[in-house]
């Protein structure tokens, strides 16, 4: 007799235990009784009427991210490959929307991706594509937004994450920016070949100033050792003419022993024969009378004029 009703006991626990479920956290389970809406269950430890209520399914409150690929091409005719990464997550007052409005939510978003980008794109050259990728992102999730809210979803961020132009658009702009690079690099050159050409000029009329101004300090010393010589021949009854003869003399045989000290020198200096500085000296010396004359023969003249 006993027998009879462990059968009864045992479907008794089965039905008692299936009407408890656990939903887990960020999850939303849906209840169905007799196959109508019933209710929504959010995480925790839950009780249905056991052959009445069943869930019928449940959906993540997580964010999730749908990566789209899209191409299309440029306002300059560029085939170009986009991803747009669309980050969702299911509106927590409107699961029932989510759940029955939408049987493949990820075709729906995908579908209004490719319609922006598509829309978006062929307003730009691939340059901008580029630099605008981030107006593209704000595009495509303000569509999203406002198409996806009535379904239950929020559209929490759009990304465009990868531009990928055709392999040959990609080795041509790779060719130009080196172009500018070398060219860059090439007017740096030249900069410094010319900021270095200016330099060494500067530098070289700086040492031949200092040059200059180094023979005019020796001859002015030279000159001054010259009066400094003749003022003492004077004092000893050498007259002016004489004694610049005489100094003349004197450094040019000065000049035939610096000679002689230098076994290597390949110096000439001519006239060089024995009587060479007595014929200086005459040369000299009359050279003098003849200026003096011509000099007192042009005062004469000068004065006669005057009279």
Do not use: C
Not at 2 to 13: A, D
Not at 180 to 190: C, I, N, S
Not at 301 to 306: E, I, L, Q
């Amino acid at each position: 007799m006993n027998f009879v009703y462990i059968p009864i006991i045992i479907v008794g626990l089965f039905i008692l235990i299936s009407s408890f479920f656990v939903v887990k956290q960020q999850t939303a389970a849906i209840i169905e009784r007799f196959g109508k809406f019933h209710s929504i269950r959010q995480s925790g430890l839950h009780l249905k009427i056991p052959l009445v209520d069943r869930i019928s399914g449940k959906l993540s409150l997580k964010i999730q991210q749908l990566d789209v690929i899209v191409e299309t091409k440029t306002k300059d005719d560029v085939f170009v490959r986009l991803k747009v990464s669309v980050q969702y997550k299911v509106i927590r007052d409107k699961v029932g929307d989510a759940f029955y409005k939408l049987d493949y939510p990820h075709d729906q978003i995908t579908s209004y991706v490719f319609d922006v980008v598509r829309a978006e794109v062929p307003k730009m050259i691939l340059d901008d594509v580029f630099l605008k990728k981030d107006d593209i992102a704000i595009a495509v999730k303000t569509e999203l937004n406002d198409a996806m809210q009535d379904y239950g979803y929020d559209i929490i961020k759009t990304l465009v994450t990868d531009i990928d132009p055709d392999a040959q658009v990609k080795e041509a702009m790779n060719r130009i920016n080196a172009a500018d690079r070398e060219k860059t690099a090439a007017q740096y050159e030249g900069d410094a070949a010319r900021i270095l050409i200016v330099e060494k000029a500067k530098a070289e009329a700086e040492s031949k100033r200092l040059q200059g101004q180094g023979i005019a300090d020796q001859r002015r010393e030279i000159a001054r050792g010259l009066e400094e010589s003749v003022q003492v021949l004077n004092k000893v009854g050498i007259n002016s003419q004489e004694a610049s003869a005489l100094i003349v003399v004197t450094q040019h045989y000065d000049t035939l022993q610096s000679i002689g000290q230098h076994t290597n020198s390949n110096l000439i200096l001519l006239p060089n024969s024995p009587q060479a500085g007595s014929n200086m000296l005459n040369d000299m010396l009359a050279s003098f009378t003849a200026s003096n004359q011509i000099g007192e023969s042009m005062k004469e003249a000068r004065n006669k004029k005057k009279e």
